[in-house]
């Protein structure tokens, strides 16, 4: 609704409106914890709690970033966790491959990869048996549905809460409280919770990427990409594009609107109604249209309010570009390939290895470059995969399986004098 591209006629030109990304990671400002019911409150996840579905719809609109991302999971992945029981004896391996047919661990770990990878962080649940002395199964918790409870004193988080935040009027009966396990020392927590004669059967472990701010929600690396300006040029390219071929009319300005000044003038106006916020929308950028288009309007001046952030940054709420329309058609091509390159970039994935670099003249690597670079991107999986094991060497030291180990081998791309296209290095 709010981004679009409309038909100037006066000009001949279209102006596309799109909305600034780099408002997305908004948990610079002060975060007050949202109140649920007097057992449930918790830290919203950015400043309107809707952080993570912004960042997935703003993946969903490039090429390049869904798929380096889903290849950095898939990397990360490598060919599957599995429990190494070389060093069990058999009735001990006949335990741990009951435990592997009963619970979905492929799917598990992909999901849970995808969710560090996206987010910076993955959520556990461990259910433990009728008995309470061993872990019966374990199930993932999709982050974008986890909120965690406010901290305690000792800065411990007591508690993850499982809803679809989305929904509006949530009360206590929609959503599942977990009690989390200490971040440090899971199992000793686990322990000890039994021994105390706790009644809870399941319990979450977050295994989460540490990052310099400690935040509640981690500000994954990428976050520079949407805070500079590299995609929203890459956005602008494919809508100038499409504007082109649909109408033969260049995009001549590009018209920048923070998403906070739609909800302020929704708020004043005291419009709550989705269609006639959509019709308001449509009226706005008319008025907008208007002002740069008609005569009476000819060396005016347009004034919108902004502020400085604390780090020098200028936030303003309606910013107007005019664009050079020079360029035309296949014109654009080096000009995709440098925001291609920088998504690559900041996504740490080879262009070669995705095939997401345009243009018949892109150098393809040879053969030997590209496995070196797939196994480069194998071998930098080694911490994300360690913090990825933290609920499986909880569930074997819980189950007293000693000798086992999670551990997760990689395809080791091959030489053809190998006679083979790929084998499985053991990994760790």
Same mark, same amino acid.
């Given at each position: 609704?709010?981004?679009?591209?409309?038909y #100037?006629?006066?000009?001949k030109?279209?102006a596309?409106?799109?909305?600034?990304s780099s408002k997305v990671?908004?948990e610079?400002r002060?975060?007050s914890?949202r109140h649920i019911?007097?057992?449930?409150?918790?830290?919203?996840?950015?400043?309107d709690?809707?952080?993570?579905?912004?960042?997935m719809?703003?993946?969903?609109?490039?090429?390049?970033? /869904?798929?380096?991302?889903?290849?950095?999971s898939?990397?990360c992945?490598?060919a599957?966790?599995?429990?190494? %029981?070389?060093?069990?004896?058999?009735n001990?391996?006949?335990?741990?491959e009951?435990?592997?047919?009963?619970n979905?661990?492929?799917?598990?770990f @992909?999901?849970?990869s995808?969710?560090f990878?996206?987010f910076?962080?993955a959520?556990?649940v461990?259910?433990l048996s009728?008995?309470?002395?061993s872990i /019966?199964?374990?199930?993932r918790?999709e =982050?974008c549905?986890?909120? @965690?409870?406010?901290?305690?004193?000792n800065?411990? #988080?007591?508690?993850?809460?499982?809803?679809?935040?989305?929904?509006? *009027?949530?009360?206590?009966?929609? #959503?599942?409280?977990?009690?989390?396990?200490?971040?440090?020392?899971p199992?000793?927590?686990?322990r000890?919770r039994?021994? /105390?004669g706790?009644k809870d059967?399941?319990?979450?472990v977050?295994?989460?990427?540490?990052?310099?701010?400690?935040?509640?929600?981690?500000i994954?690396?990428?976050?520079?990409?949407?805070?500079g300006?590299?995609?929203?040029?890459k956005?602008?390219i494919?809508i100038?594009k499409?504007a082109?071929?649909g109408?033969? /009319?260049?995009?001549?300005y590009?018209i920048e609107?923070? =998403?906070?000044y739609w909800?302020?003038l929704?708020?004043?106006?005291?419009?709550?109604?989705?269609e006639?916020r959509k019709?308001?929308?449509?009226?706005?950028?008319?008025?907008?249209?208007?002002?740069?288009?008609?005569?009476e309007?000819?060396?005016?001046v347009?004034?919108s309010?902004?502020?400085?952030?604390?780090?020098?940054?200028e936030?303003?709420?309606?910013?107007?570009?005019?664009?050079?329309?020079?360029?035309? *058609?296949?014109?654009?091509? %080096?000009?995709?390939?440098?925001?291609?390159?920088?998504?690559? @970039?900041?996504?740490?994935?080879?262009?070669?290895?995705?095939?997401?670099?345009?243009?018949k003249?892109?150098?393809n690597?040879?053969g030997?470059?590209?496995r070196?670079?797939?196994? #480069?991107?194998?071998? =930098?999986?080694?911490?994300?995969?360690?913090m990825l094991?933290?609920?499986?060497?909880?569930?074997i030291? @819980?189950?007293?399986?000693k000798?086992a180990?999670?551990?997760?081998p990689f395809?080791?791309l091959?030489t053809?004098d190998?006679h083979?296209?790929?084998r499985l290095?053991?990994?760790?």
């Open positions: 609704m709010l981004n679009s591209v409309e #100037i006629p006066l000009a030109a279209n596309a409106f799109i909305t600034d990671f908004r610079q002060e975060i914890p019911s007097d057992n449930i409150e918790y830290i919203p996840w950015g400043g709690d809707m952080m993570p579905y912004d960042i719809e703003l993946f969903e609109k490039d090429e390049t970033l /869904a798929t380096c991302n889903i290849f950095n898939e990397v992945y490598g599957g966790l599995q429990y190494d %029981t070389m060093a069990c004896d058999l001990m391996k006949q335990r741990i009951d435990f592997c047919e009963t979905d661990l492929p799917e598990l @992909f999901g849970q995808q969710d990878k996206m910076g962080f959520v556990s461990v259910i009728k008995d309470r002395k /019966a199964s374990v199930a918790r =982050a549905y986890c909120r @965690f409870s406010v901290a305690d004193r800065g411990c #988080i007591p508690y993850v809460y499982y809803a679809n935040w989305r929904l509006p *009027g949530l009360t206590e009966e929609d #959503i599942e409280t977990i009690p989390l396990l200490d971040r440090r020392t199992l000793a927590d686990l000890a039994i021994a /105390a706790s059967s399941r319990f979450a977050v295994s989460r990427i540490p990052t310099v701010d400690n935040t509640y929600y981690p994954p690396y990428y976050a520079a990409l949407f805070k300006k590299w995609y929203n040029i956005q602008l494919g100038a499409e082109k071929i109408n033969s /009319a260049p995009i001549k590009h609107i923070s =998403a906070s909800e302020r929704f708020q004043a106006e005291g419009i709550t109604d989705l006639k019709e308001r929308v449509v009226e706005e950028k008319q008025n907008i249209i208007d002002f740069l288009t008609t005569a309007n000819s060396g005016k347009w004034f309010q902004y502020y400085v952030t604390p780090d020098g940054r936030n303003h709420d309606v910013v107007i570009h005019k664009i050079d329309d020079s360029k035309e *058609g296949g014109d654009w091509s %080096t000009d995709i390939q440098e925001a291609v390159n920088m998504i690559c @970039f900041t996504m740490r994935v080879h262009s070669n290895l995705v095939g997401s670099v345009p243009g003249s892109q150098s690597n040879s030997s470059d590209k070196e670079l797939h196994t #480069i991107a194998q071998a =930098a999986q080694k911490p994300y995969r360690d094991f933290k609920p499986h060497r909880l569930i030291a @819980f189950n007293g399986w000798g180990k999670p551990v997760c395809i080791q091959t053809l190998q083979s296209d790929a290095n053991p990994g760790s």
